[in-house]
């Protein structure tokens, strides 16, 4: 059964999926902010910290601990071309990534949430908060993507 932390992940997850899906796409190309990303390469960067992240929580949740490298956001953002991708591809794509990750989280056991993980030079920090760092993360780059956006 998964943890109450697992499915608080997942309601999020929805709330979030949801404001995504809301956001016109004739903004997608448009930056959040001179000189930012645009919308797609936010959306992008999400995907790849969903990638990254699923690695740290797994290896964790299966060893006990974690320690791993940091990740180039520009360079990963860069390399996959975010910003030729449709909103429709992009959009698909984070709520295939993230239905992995709820899957993988919906799998770690209570006990492993107190795993030690070590991420770059960071200090230690829990198993329990990289998923809750994780879902503050998602929110904080929502608060880009949707700058301008008016309610429907």
């Not at 995504?20 to 930056?31: G, I």
């Not at 919906?106 to 993980?117: F, H, K, M, V, Y």
Request: aromatic fraction near 10%; charged fraction near 20%.
């Amino acid at each position: 059964m998964p943890t109450e932390l697992a499915q608080k992940f997942r309601a999020e997850l929805d709330g979030i999926s949801a404001t995504l899906h809301s956001v016109p796409p004739q903004l997608s190309d448009t930056p959040w902010r001179p000189g930012g990303w645009t919308r797609k390469q936010i959306v992008g960067h999400l995907l790849d910290s969903a990638a990254n992240n699923r690695q740290r929580f797994v290896c964790a949740a299966i060893d006990g601990h974690y320690t791993g490298p940091q990740y180039d956001q520009d360079g990963w953002v860069a390399m996959h071309g975010y910003v030729l991708k449709s909103w429709t591809t992009m959009l698909g794509w984070w709520e295939t990534e993230h239905e992995i990750l709820a899957a993988a989280i919906d799998g770690i056991p209570e006990q492993r949430l107190e795993a030690s993980c070590v991420v770059g030079d960071d200090a230690p920090v829990t198993l329990r908060f990289l998923v809750e760092d994780y879902i503050a993360h998602q929110k904080w780059h929502l608060a880009q993507i949707t700058v301008g956006v008016t309610a429907a």
